[in-house]
């Protein structure tokens, strides 16, 4: 299961950066987070003030809430909302989980299904508002996915269903997936990878057509036939560390093809680990760049985001052009700002500072801490956030074993 989702993540997510890994020793029963506010004008962060507990978008699903609250909380001067309970098999598996608002009333429950190969075969969202639920069915072809078929109990007469083929059985290299929904093909991707199985292309199959007509006006439908475009391409040193990726978007003038949107470069340090990335547009010329320091133990110390300057403002963080000096880059004619500058402390095995400042607006300095508090399994059960001294989020866990 674990190698299926790894997979789609990479697939259809955006992986947010995160160098911390949280990890749960032993066999674990169930585990019990929770976020407490300590003080009533310091809750988790709302772009309205009539947003709920889990933000402007409201509760969307657990893994992204999860992935966001893990991001914001080691990496932000805020937090997100995080409350849920989820037991696991003997073997790790989750059953079921439930997540809840600040007054510990039920938002939604997860029920999860597995075939004799310990393989997911059904993912269920039951909402608590309504009783509606969402549902994944999975099928496999060994231990290889097959298809996928989504659809929710609200719209009985909608589905959403999706078929995968990989290089071989067993395998994780995926090269195909396609969508379907109730009305026929709705897009789908092809991976295309080098003689050392490195991915060097990604097609987009696209079912939408335009239609331009002599008086200026167009209309877009969905085709019976899909086209296959470029979506990202990706090249690689001598080393094997991926140093560049074209990204390809929609050319609008004409909707029916694609153009080089820009492109991202990847420069590493003696150790192998990324120094600098770099995004331009399609000459090659620089829109923003990140970046990173490293302790002795690989670990990153300091992250800078450097763009472009907008607006003058006395207060900006000006980057010296001059210490910018790789061949081909095209260096815009507006000053360099650093946007945002972080900075990380670690005890042997925690982060336990972060000092962030940033120039959106008023440029300021938020400095986070970070104390933790473990079980006799060495798992963390608490940990306290401080912000510029004044002790504010307790995150809780309570860990149940298997004998």
């Given at each position: 299961m674990r190698k299926v989702i790894f997979i789609l993540f990479l697939v259809f997510s955006n992986v947010l950066f995160s160098q911390l890994k949280d990890t749960v020793f032993g066999k674990v029963?169930?585990?019990?987070?929770k976020i407490i506010f300590l003080d009533k004008n310091r809750q988790n962060y709302r772009l309205l003030n009539m947003d709920g507990d889990y933000g402007h978008s409201g509760?969307?699903?657990?893994?992204y809430t999860k992935s966001r609250f893990y991001s914001n909380w080691y990496h932000s001067g805020f937090v997100h909302y995080l409350n849920y309970y989820k037991e696991f098999d003997i073997e790790g598996k989750p059953n079921n989980e439930e997540w809840y608002d600040k007054d510990n009333d039920l938002v939604s429950r997860y029920?999860?299904?597995y075939n004799k190969n310990k393989k997911i075969v059904q993912e269920k969202e039951i909402y608590s508002y309504d009783g509606s639920y969402k549902v994944f069915n999975y099928s496999y072809n060994d231990n290889s996915l097959q298809s996928r078929i989504y659809y929710l109990s609200s719209y009985p007469e909608r589905f959403e269903y999706s078929n995968y083929l990989f290089v071989k059985k067993d395998s994780l290299q995926l090269i195909e997936f396609n969508n379907y929904d109730e009305e026929?093909?709705?897009?789908?991707?092809?991976?295309?990878?080098d003689e050392f199985g490195r991915k060097k292309q990604i097609l987009y199959r696209n079912y939408r057509v335009t239609e331009y007509h002599d008086d200026g006006s167009s209309v877009s439908y969905r085709g019976r036939v899909g086209k296959d475009q470029k979506n990202e391409e990706y090249f690689y040193d001598v080393k094997g560390n991926l140093v560049e990726t074209h990204k390809y978007g929609r050319n609008y003038?004409?909707?029916n093809e694609v153009q080089l949107g820009s492109k991202e470069k990847r420069y590493y340090n003696a150790n192998g680990l990324l120094e600098k990335k770099i995004t331009t547009s399609e000459?090659?010329?620089?829109?923003?760049?990140v970046e990173y320091k490293y302790d002795d133990k690989n670990r990153i110390i300091e992250q800078a985001h450097i763009h472009k300057r907008f607006e003058k403002r006395s207060d900006d963080i000006i980057f010296d052009k001059s210490n910018f000096m790789i061949d081909g880059i095209i260096l815009p004619k507006e000053d360099l700002i650093i946007g945002t500058?972080?900075?990380y402390k670690y005890d042997q095995n925690n982060l336990v500072e972060l000092t962030l400042t940033e120039t959106f607006g008023k440029t300021r300095t938020t400095t986070c801490k970070f104390e933790y508090f473990f079980d006799n399994k060495k798992n963390w059960v608490k940990q306290v956030k401080y912000i510029d001294g004044k002790k504010l989020y307790v995150w809780k866990r309570k860990i149940?074993?298997?004998?």
């Open positions: 029963k169930s585990v019990r987070e509760f969307s699903s657990n893994k029920e999860y299904q026929g093909a709705l897009n789908g991707m092809k991976f295309v990878y003038k004409n909707e000459n090659d010329t620089l829109r923003n760049f500058l972080k900075k149940r074993y298997y004998e």
